[in-house]
């Protein structure tokens, strides 16, 4: 029968069964017209009355039946003259959604003492969580946010009027993944009711927000409440919102943070969303410490001595005594289960110190100095971790340990450093390579030593003559010193270098402003130097000095030493009106350029922030080598600050530090002789780690065809990391492709993923690219084994870690969640979730809709009007009536 009707009256299955139906009509006509058809409709009554009235001489109740068959019809017709037709109304209860936004960044994974919390709030956290107080530290904020919505009564109160939208922010993916997503919908009455006190409650109560709540990690590497805010409300814009609720511990990692929350506010304020807020976690701030970075060299000999750099973080601890701990393990095996009660390689106690002056309570970062010696022997690369224990009675951070990569050797670089005179720059060079025998043997020829003076040297290395011949030069056996390596132990050195009479071959030549000597520094020196350089893969570093450096290098006999410097050098001019004015000469601070940020001549720091710090703070220079022009390959490391001071060719500041390559070798140069002046800043810490990485970057262990560099050691993860590869064919020129592919391999699994580097354009032989990792993780980038032996691949070791933006501050923040919620009542701990029952209204909003459906253009009217004239006419020819 439903059938039928939805067939004749154009309703559908819903339409039919639901509301309340009446019927009316539809036509708005005007009293006259009304009355017109009224009149109308009497006047046909009555002639079809007088008309059957004079029917022949059939029966009465024919005529009867007759006359009301063609009435109903005729009136039917003037009925959908006013548009007869039926209305529904039909009630309908509208639910407005409740958003609860999950924080599942890194800082959710922290583990709270609530010492400071008191016993209240203690209590009410413990009955809210369902847990034994003493438990409490026991959990993440991650598992306790986890047990407040899996086992709290309120959320079954807010499900009967409001189905519940579970979305979490933040990401551990965020070049994968939205930032904010959605977990899972609760339907309305969907947790159904709670299950007697006495009686344990039914696993089904909870399933679904249980489920939905089982891939929650905490592992994002930032909060932005600004965007998650926006982002939900954008989401669900056009839908009835009955409340947004924040579960997480306020804490917000953006720099903007302020600002940008105060216009997401607005915008929710716009839109009418109503804010409330739950602390998850303690605000108290900690009383910690922890290791926040481990500096070491990434290559030392065997047999050196490594210095490492663990930097502390503390937070209220001040007067506290830490023990700090260094550990080692060769890569690809794993640390021991329980760490600390393994002896350590070397440990050292420090007093934790105040920031403030007033012994005021943050944070303090130091650094302690761990030193120690591989073990002769003990070659390949390691994994060093400092590690510090906490005073007795209180915690470490979860990142209270830090790790960095080294590479032990047992192959010493080999130096000659000729000088021309004994200025306090060669003393302090010659005396940081004397010093470190384990790392360096080192020939020293002084041009204006006293003949009968014997000339300092490493063991076996002793000079009576500068070399004469490029064989001498480069090694005693003919073989370019930086692809030879060493297959006797360093102890045993090669038998012919112990010939004072034959110069034991070099790695890398330090030239300091020398004078032109006959059967020395002459054309015969300069020509073996620049075949010693640029076919043989050698190291050049120029120090140059305003006393020689440019008379010399303007000796046509010098030619070539001339074309092997990146920079071409001028004259010095004595400016004497200046001279008059300064009443004492000024030390100039040394420029880092862009260049200079991470390159490994440069990089005094891990990072290139921390790197640029150091540099800012170093002694400047009095004197300066002037300079015509830097040459086209030349890269400029560090520039001169005097504004006023110009390379005389190029509109450009004086460089001081600039490399280049010459065929296959590297040449550095110094263009000012006062680095020894650095000795005066951390114990000359800097003053030799530069001098370090000139040699090394001189003289790698290895012939590199393939040289990989970054922009510092370690990174954030989702940070984009710069890679510049430096690539040679065979004969050492540079590669020249559109693109080279890298293979950047996680230590852990071995798995390797491919990166193109497209070319630099003008920059023949060099590639770069940006890649941002996705996970965290030890990382080595290299190339493809096909393109050339590994042996000749100079790579790189990155260790992408968690954002340090979420280990900054370990305390929840209530002072955001208050801001975030609409009012401060709002704004609740973790023990009064209950009161969001009350503070959140009911979500039932009841309409009534009307719907209009007309009869009178329907199938069953058009039906009803033919039936009655069709039995009309039936009957008029069964009685014989025409």
Known sequence: ??????????????????????????????????????????????????????????????????????????????????????????????????????????????????????????????????????????????????????????????????????????????????????????????????????????????????????????????????????????????????????????????????????????????????????????????????????????????????????????????????????????????????????????????????PAPNGGEGDETRSVKLQTTPPTGQLGEYVYRAVVLPPTGQRADDDDSAEAFLRVSDRKIRVLLLSGDAGWEFRYLRNYFLRQPELYRLSVWQQDADPDVNQSASTGMKLTRLPRTLRELIDSDGRAAAGAPTTQPTTQPAEKTDSPEIPPGYDVVILYDPLPTKEGFDKTFIDNLWEFVARHRGGLCYIASSRNTAEVLSDPAAKKLADLLPVAVAQNEVDVARLIQETRPRAWPIHLTGYGLDHPVTMLESSGEENQKIWDVLPGVFGHQAVARRKPAARVLAEHSDPSRKMHAQDDAIPLIAVHTVGGGRVVYVGTDETWRWRFLADGSYHQRFWGNVVRYLAPLHARRVVITTGGDRFDAGQKITVEAEVYDRDYRPFKARAFTIRMIDRKTGKAVKHSLPARKGKPGRFRAEITPAHTGTYELTCDPKFVDASSVAGKQIVVQPPRAELRRREADARTMRAIASKDDFALHAGDVDRLAELIPAGRLQTVKERQFTLWDTKAMWILIAVLLTAEWIIRKRVNMT
């Open 1 to 354: 029968m439903n059938a039928i009707l939805q067939w004749l009256l154009n309703l559908s299955p819903e339409e039919l069964t639901g509301g309340r139906w009446s019927v009316g009509l539809a036509a708005d006509h005007g009293n006259y017209v009304r009355l017109g058809l009224g009149l109308l409709a009497a006047g046909l009554v009555w002639l079809v009355v007088r008309n059957y009235r004079r029917e022949g001489q059939t029966r009465p109740a024919v005529k009867r039946t007759l006359a009301a068959l063609r009435i109903a019809a005729l009136l039917l017709l003037i009925v959908t003259l006013f548009q007869p037709a039926i209305l529904l109304r039909v009630t309908d209860t509208l639910h407005s959604s409740l958003l609860v936004l999950i924080d599942e960044s890194l800082s959710m994974s922290f583990k709270d003492s609530y010492v400071q919390a008191g016993p209240a709030k203690r209590a009410k956290l413990a009955a809210a969580v369902g847990v034994e107080e003493t438990q409490l530290e026991t959990f993440s904020r991650s598992d306790l946010l986890k047990r407040l919505l899996e086992n709290h009564d309120v959320w079954r109160k807010l499900n009967e009027d409001h189905p519940i939208e579970i979305l979490r922010f933040s990401t551990s993916r965020p070049a994968e993944d939205s930032y904010v997503a959605l977990l899972g919908v609760i339907p309305v009455g969907a947790l159904g009711e709670t299950a007697p006190a006495a009686t344990q409650p039914a696993k089904m109560e909870h399933a679904a927000m249980t489920d939905i709540l089982g891939d929650l990690t905490a592992a994002g590497y930032e909060t932005d409440h600004s965007a998650a805010l926006r982002d939900a409300l954008e989401r669900f814009q056009g839908r009835r919102i009955g409340g947004v609720v924040f579960l997480g511990d306020g804490q917000d990692t953006r720099d903007d943070a302020e600002e940008r929350l105060r216009a997401a506010l607005d915008f929710a304020d716009r839109l009418g969303a109503t804010r409330y807020t739950v602390l998850v976690g303690d605000p108290t701030p900690p009383r910690n410490v922890a290791v926040v970075a481990l500096r070491a060299p990434r290559e030392v000999r065997a047999g050196g001595q490594v210095e490492c750099t663990a930097l502390l973080r503390h937070r209220n601890l001040a007067g506290q005594n830490v023990e700090v701990r260094l550990y080692r393990r060769k890569v690809g095996k794993d640390w021991p289960a329980n760490l600390t009660d393994t002896p350590p390689l070397t440990k050292k106690t420090v007093t934790l110190k105040s």
